[in-house]
């Protein structure tokens, strides 16, 4: 085994680190970047926990090789907020209750990013096929629906600069 | 709307804000300096004794630092002090396929799961025992020489009324047998450990646990450390339904590395481990005679169980009675009589998970009751209704029943799912069952038999108007901590966002018994109000005489104190607190709470079952099967939960809406599978847990029916709604196809196998468990006394 530099570019700041060619993006972010808010579940990929958007599409950082995105713009939950003004998905998650032990939270927020982006008014069943590769063991995915529906109308044009608070 | 400011308001939790930006820390989000990384070996035998275990090779690796053996820590363990039959690391015999052997601490994660593989262990295989009828057997090895007979954990012999003149007076007895598969927690969150044996001979583990003081016992007990130099901080659990609620050799083998190295040391598992920790939902064999009266008014009933409790104790003996002891707070039972057995077999060890022992007997009974109501040709519905348990009744095994709303619980979910107009009259294929059931608030005693309170609390006030609440409850998600903060903001009449809460540190916090059997909002709560109730009295002190009111006209509420008649007269909670620490000094109060003690009977065993009150719930299923590939679609489930009150609607919404989920999860889908003693399934990609697709909708329905003695009149709701929900898919299954299927889970290819639609294979109206096999000759006494009595006839024992 020996380390090899990699230059990723995460949440905005471009990082250098030195790693074993065999460690995951998982691996590199947690472990090396201390952006622990990216969690693990397998480091199989059957669990979605550890759902980062590699250039906006959510991505599997256990089964990710950190030399395969180079150049591409990672987004962790660390990077969900900009400054002190939270993700509207943030925001709803909260209200609605649809993080409980909050460990799938990170990459099923994620996964709604990327959904909200692609589709911003989703229907449920729309949700439900976005979110269905992070696997959430508390809340039967009732509320985490209501949130992503929550955020999806905080995000709507007529309510930017004004957030719904429902 | 109520005179709570902030009671029975939807708020987001105080502490989900940092779950949501990511920098909740969870254990295994812990990095110190020098850390270590272990990694521990595992079995490969189910029962196999250790014959020599070489450490040479894994030692002389590089970057190894330290490996630790059961030898090293050979004291007896458990989480239940009268049954402790664990050791942290296997000592001379495995158990189970998965059992830990060995643990290695090495500079980094690959170094140690390189060094276990250097780790050569000489293994003498032994006979595994791997079935219940197995475990019965006195001509097999034993897997522990503590075994009186067979394989015999505990047996469970309770008898309460007339169970002679209770099935003479029946004119219809039932004599059913149903068998509820195992399965798993499966939190999201591996457990994890960080120990820290800090340069004054002092140790902090952090640690994914549900139970940071028993934890702090058992690691006084093994590592021979007084409790007094030992702190443990339970860390955010990202779930937990029971799984982390034991200790756990990875816990203790994290500790002595650190202590033999002087490093912090890590242990995390992996997700295969996890299944191999388990402590999940035991399989139980179940047979319920019930006799009743041609009204469906019970007179009798004869429950026996035989749970298969894997290789080790966990919180067995509880789970033993729990298969009997909850049956009679639901529905009027004259005469009652329980027979259990637990039985060790070489699999990983079953415990507690969400409705920890209730759930089994709760999926029998409940589609018994619905058997009655067809034979009968009475409305499930209605039958129901005529049986219950009065609210503040005593039960015929001497449990206390205060607030009662299964019958309000019952008509929401059948009024909500319109289940009059649906049940019996869909076309075939689909269909609606209905099922009730009840869970505790708490558990009455404690594990540790004393007299100490089963939850403490302080409450401080600082002079800036900060509140703090200090209470040894983990978070697991359910919402602890909020409750925690709700009922003293409510109590201050400040806001939840104020109270800083420090939660599970058994160096900060006063104990509480954990965050298990459902009992924090209970227990935690009542000592929270009662510690946030005396510092409120010495605002009001100062308050009535600042402005000169009667103390009875004094409200708390939006950070003021203030005259109830007048708002506008009035002061800042600030100014109060000020005025207060003045007048009576630094304002810092305790509070406790113990449950009280004519809550149960006085019989050998009464001290497991009885809570200071009881929760219940009604679920309406509506299934959709397929008949040509045996699938199971459920379209809704309409769950409702009597709660007492619900102090934070959103959290108990959230606790019904993830017992629906993992009901339906056990109901359908999930089983502790196993190919001869290999774990069939341990990975999160072959153990199927429902995705967002496989989860039906969801209707929660709260119920309240205010508590007089819970806090501000609240009850659990953290287990009890998963109790409903898998006998109420099963009745659905029966109405849409005529089809009992008495075993879970309810795959597709049993339905298809009920449905003649198997090669070969007659169709069948029921799929399930007929009696126990007893093919064995010569079956020991107590096998005997739990054997199968001829159906239908008077209970002649």
Same mark, same amino acid.
């Given at each position: 085994?020996?380390?090899?530099?990699?230059?990723?570019?995460?949440?905005?700041?471009?990082?250098?680190?030195?790693?074993?060619?065999?460690?995951?993006?998982?691996?590199?972010?947690r +472990?090396?970047?201390?952006?622990?808010?990216?969690?693990?579940?397998?480091e199989?990929?059957?669990?979605?926990?550890?759902?980062?958007?590699?250039n906006?599409?959510?991505?599997?950082?256990?089964?990710?090789?950190?030399?395969?995105?180079?150049d591409? +713009?990672?987004?962790?939950?660390?990077?969900?907020?900009?400054?002190? +003004?939270?993700?509207?998905?943030?925001?709803?998650?909260?209200?609605?209750?649809?993080?409980?032990?909050?460990?799938?939270?990170?990459?099923?927020?994620?996964?709604?990013?990327?959904?909200?982006?692609?589709n911003?008014?989703?229907?449920?069943? +729309?949700?439900?096929h976005?979110?269905?590769?992070?696997?959430?063991?508390?809340?039967?995915?009732?509320?985490?629906?209501?949130?992503?529906?929550?955020?999806?109308?905080?995000?709507?044009?007529?309510?930017?600069?004004?957030?719904?608070?429902? | 709307?109520?005179?709570?400011?902030?009671?029975?308001?939807?708020?987001?939790?105080?502490?989900?804000?940092?779950?949501l930006?990511?920098?909740?820390?969870?254990?295994?989000?812990?990095?110190?300096?020098?850390?270590?990384?272990?990694?521990?070996?595992r079995?490969?035998?189910?029962?196999?004794?250790?014959?020599?275990?070489?450490i040479?090779?894994?030692?002389?690796?590089?970057?190894?630092?330290?490996?630790?053996?059961?030898?090293?820590?050979?004291?007896?363990?458990?989480i239940?002090?009268?049954?402790?039959?664990e050791?942290?690391?296997?000592?001379?015999?495995v158990?189970?396929?998965?059992?830990?052997?060995?643990?290695?601490?090495?500079?980094?994660?690959?170094?140690?799961?390189?060094?276990?593989?250097?780790?050569?262990?000489?293994?003498?295989?032994?006979?595994?025992?791997?079935?219940?009828q197995?475990?019965?057997?006195?001509?097999?090895?034993?897997?522990?020489?503590?075994?009186?007979?067979?394989?015999?954990?505990?047996d469970?012999?309770?008898?309460?009324?007339?169970?002679?003149?209770?099935?003479?007076?029946?004119?219809?007895?039932?004599?059913?047998?149903?068998?509820?598969?195992?399965?798993?927690?499966?939190?999201?969150?591996?457990?994890?450990?960080?120990a820290?044996?800090?340069?004054?001979?002092?140790?902090?583990?952090?640690?994914?646990?549900?139970?940071?003081?028993?934890?702090?016992?058992?690691?006084?007990?093994?590592?021979?450390?007084?409790?007094?130099?030992?702190?443990?901080?339970?860390?955010?659990?990202g779930?937990g339904?029971?799984?982390?609620?034991?200790?756990?050799?990875?816990?203790?083998?994290?500790?002595?590395?650190?202590?033999?190295?002087?490093?912090?040391v890590?242990?995390?598992?992996?997700?295969?481990?996890?299944?191999?920790?388990?402590?999940?939902r035991?399989?139980?064999?179940?047979?319920?005679?019930?006799g !009743?009266k041609?009204?469906?008014?019970?007179?009798a009933?004869?429950?026996?169980?035989?749970?298969?409790?894997?290789?080790?104790?966990?919180?067995?003996?509880?789970?033993?009675?729990?298969?009997?002891?909850?049956?009679?707070?639901?529905?009027?039972?004259?005469?009652?009589?329980?027979?259990?057995?637990?039985?060790?077999?070489?699999?990983?060890?079953?415990?507690?998970?969400?409705?920890?022992?209730?759930?089994?007997?709760r999926?029998?009974?409940?589609?018994?009751?619905d058997?009655?109501?067809?034979?009968?040709?009475?409305?499930?519905?209605?039958?129901?209704?005529?049986?219950?348990?009065?609210?503040?009744?005593?039960?015929?095994?001497?449990?206390?029943?205060?607030?009662?709303?299964?019958?309000?619980?019952?008509?929401?979910?059948?009024?909500?799912?319109?289940?009059?107009?649906?049940?019996?009259?869909?076309?075939?294929?689909?269909?609606?069952?209905?099922?009730?059931?009840?869970?505790?608030?708490?558990?009455?005693?404690?594990?540790y038999?004393?007299?100490?309170?089963?939850?403490?609390?302080?409450?401080k006030?600082?002079?800036?108007?900060?509140?703090?609440?200090?209470?040894?409850?983990?978070?697991?998600?359910?919402?602890?901590?909020m409750v925690?903060?709700?009922?003293?903001?409510?109590?201050?009449?400040?806001?939840?966002?104020?109270?800083h809460?420090?939660?599970?540190?058994?160096?900060?916090?006063?104990?509480?018994?954990?965050?298990?059997?459902?009992?924090?909002?209970?227990?935690?709560?009542?000592?929270?109000?009662?510690?946030?109730?005396?510092?409120?009295?010495?605002?009001?002190?100062?308050?009535?005489?600042?402005?000169?009111?009667?103390?009875?006209r004094?409200?708390?509420?939006?950070?003021? !104190?203030?005259?109830?008649?007048?708002?506008?007269?009035?002061?800042?909670?600030?100014?109060?607190?000020?005025?207060?620490?003045?007048?009576?000094?630094?304002?810092?109060?305790?509070?406790?709470?113990?449950?009280?003690?004519?809550?149960?009977?006085?019989?050998?065993?009464?001290?497991?079952?009885?809570?200071?009150?009881?929760?219940?719930?009604?679920?309406?299923?509506?299934?959709?099967?397929?008949?040509?590939?045996?699938?199971?679609?459920?379209?809704?489930?309409?769950?409702?939960?009597?709660?007492?009150?619900?102090?934070?609607?959103?959290?108990?919404?959230?606790?019904?809406?993830?017992?629906?989920?993992?009901?339906?999860?056990?109901?359908?889908?999930?089983?502790?599978?196993?190919?001869?003693?290999?774990?069939?399934?341990?990975?999160?990609?072959?153990?199927?847990?429902?995705?967002?697709?496989?989860?039906?909708?969801?209707?929660?329905?709260?119920?309240?029916?205010?508590?007089?003695?819970?806090?501000?009149?609240?009850?659990?709701?953290?287990?009890?709604?998963?109790?409903?929900?898998?006998p109420?898919?099963?009745?659905?299954?029966?109405?849409?196809?005529?089809?009992?299927?008495?075993?879970?889970?309810?795959?597709?290819?049993?339905i298809?196998?009920?449905?003649?639609?198997?090669?070969?294979?007659?169709?069948?109206?029921?799929?399930?468990?007929?009696?126990?096999?007893?093919?064995?000759?010569?079956?020991?006494?107590?096998?005997?006394?739990?054997?199968?009595?001829?159906?239908?006839?008077?209970d002649?024992?």
């Open positions: 085994m020996s380390k090899q530099l990699c230059t990723l570019k995460v949440n905005g700041d471009t990082c250098t680190v030195a790693a074993e060619s065999h460690h995951t993006l998982l691996e590199i972010l +472990e090396e970047l201390g952006l622990t808010g990216t969690k693990h579940g397998c199989l990929g059957e669990c979605g926990a550890c759902t980062v958007l590699v906006g599409m959510p991505v599997l950082a256990c089964l990710t090789l950190p030399q395969q995105i180079e591409a +713009e990672i987004t962790t939950v660390e990077g969900l907020a900009v400054g002190a +003004e939270l993700n509207p998905i943030q925001t709803a998650f909260a209200e609605q209750g649809a993080a409980q032990c909050g460990y799938c939270t990170p990459g099923m927020m994620l996964s709604a990013k990327a959904l909200l982006e692609a911003p008014s989703p229907t449920r069943d +729309e949700i439900a976005a979110i269905s590769g992070n696997l959430c063991r508390c809340t039967g995915y009732t509320a985490i629906y209501e949130a992503i529906e929550q955020a999806a109308r905080m995000m709507q044009p007529e309510h930017a600069g004004a957030r719904d608070r429902e | 709307m109520s005179d709570f400011s902030v009671i029975g308001h939807r708020l987001p939790k105080v502490n989900t804000w940092d779950h930006t990511g920098r909740a820390k969870y254990a295994d989000d812990i990095f110190l300096p020098r850390m270590l990384y272990g990694r521990l070996l079995s490969p035998h189910a029962h196999a004794r250790i014959v020599s275990i070489d040479s090779r894994a030692l002389a690796h590089p970057g190894v630092i330290d490996i630790v053996l059961g030898p090293d820590m050979p004291e007896l363990m458990g239940m002090p009268s049954t402790q039959d050791t942290a690391l296997a000592v001379g015999k158990r189970y396929v998965g059992e830990p052997v060995a643990a290695v601490a090495a500079v980094d994660e690959d170094t140690a799961f390189e060094a276990i593989g250097l780790i050569d262990v000489e293994y003498e295989a032994l006979t595994p025992i791997l079935t219940i197995d475990a019965l057997r006195d001509d097999l090895p034993k897997l522990h020489a503590h075994s009186k007979e067979a394989n015999v954990f505990k469970v012999h309770l008898e309460f009324g007339d169970m002679a003149a209770g099935f003479a007076a029946a004119d219809h007895v039932r004599d059913d047998w149903f068998f509820y598969d195992g399965n798993t927690h499966a939190p999201i969150e591996t457990h994890s450990s960080v820290s044996w800090d340069g004054d001979g002092k140790l902090t583990l952090w640690s994914a646990t549900q139970v940071p003081h028993y934890l702090h016992r058992e690691l006084e007990k093994v590592l021979g450390v007084p409790r007094a130099h030992i702190r443990v901080i339970a860390t955010p659990n779930g339904f029971g799984g982390k609620s034991d200790p756990f050799g990875h816990e203790f083998a994290a500790c002595l590395l650190s202590k033999r190295t002087r490093r912090p890590k242990i995390t598992l992996d997700r295969e481990e996890v299944f191999y920790a388990h402590r999940g035991h399989p139980v064999l179940m047979r319920m005679r019930t !009743v041609t009204t469906g008014q019970i007179t009933v004869h429950a026996q169980t035989w749970l298969d409790g894997g290789a080790y104790a966990s919180y067995g003996i509880a789970t033993t009675y729990y298969t009997g002891a909850l049956m009679t707070v639901t529905y009027q039972i004259p005469a009652y009589k329980f027979d259990g057995v637990r039985l060790y077999t070489n699999k990983p060890p079953c415990g507690p998970k969400r409705g920890h022992g209730t759930t089994q007997p999926y029998a009974f409940e589609i018994q009751l058997k009655i109501a067809a034979d009968l040709g009475l409305d499930p519905l209605a039958y129901r209704q005529s049986i219950l348990q009065p609210a503040g009744s005593r039960t015929v095994n001497g449990l206390r029943v205060t607030s009662m709303g299964l019958g309000q619980a019952l008509d929401a979910a059948a009024a909500s799912s319109s289940f009059g107009t649906k049940h019996g009259k869909l076309p075939r294929g689909k269909g609606v069952g209905i099922a009730g059931s009840a869970y505790m608030s708490g558990a009455g005693l404690p594990i038999w004393n007299d100490l309170p089963h939850s403490g609390a302080h409450v006030i600082d002079r800036g108007g900060g509140v703090t609440v200090s209470c040894g409850t983990a978070e697991l998600g359910q919402g602890s901590d925690l903060a709700m009922v003293t903001a409510e109590a201050l009449g400040v806001r939840p966002e104020d109270v809460v420090v939660s599970g540190d058994t160096t900060l916090t006063p104990v509480d018994l954990g965050s298990y059997s459902s009992r924090v909002t209970f227990m935690a709560g009542n000592a929270t109000k009662d510690a946030a109730l005396k510092l409120r009295a010495l605002l009001a002190d100062v308050a009535t005489a600042k402005l000169g009111i009667p103390g009875d004094l409200a708390f509420a939006h950070r003021r !104190v203030f005259d109830r008649d007048q708002p506008d007269h009035g002061m800042t909670f600030v100014e109060a607190a000020v005025a207060a620490e003045a007048k009576h000094g630094t304002l810092v109060s305790v509070g406790s709470y113990k449950p009280p003690a004519d809550i149960r009977g006085k019989f050998k065993g009464a001290g497991v079952g009885p809570s200071p009150a009881y929760s219940y719930q009604a679920c309406v299923a509506e299934v959709t099967i397929d008949l040509e590939t045996g699938e199971v679609k459920i379209d809704k489930l309409t769950l409702a939960h009597d709660c007492g009150r619900a102090l934070n609607p959103v959290s108990v919404e959230g606790q019904i809406e993830g017992g629906a989920y993992m009901g339906a999860g056990e109901a359908l889908m999930e089983e502790q599978g196993f190919r001869a003693w290999m774990h069939k399934k341990p990975s999160l990609l072959d153990y199927k847990i429902p995705t967002s697709l496989d989860t039906p909708p969801i209707e929660a329905i709260v119920i309240e029916t205010i508590d007089a003695e819970g806090p501000y009149g609240a009850k659990e709701a953290g287990e009890g709604p998963l109790n409903p929900v898998v109420a898919i099963a009745n659905a299954v029966y109405d849409a196809i005529g089809v009992r299927i008495d075993e879970t889970p309810i795959t597709p290819e049993k298809l196998r009920a449905l003649g639609k198997l090669p070969g294979r007659a169709a069948t109206n029921r799929i399930g468990p007929d009696g126990l096999e007893t093919a064995q000759p010569d079956p020991k006494p107590f096998i005997r006394k739990l054997e199968a009595t001829p159906a239908g006839g008077g002649s024992d």
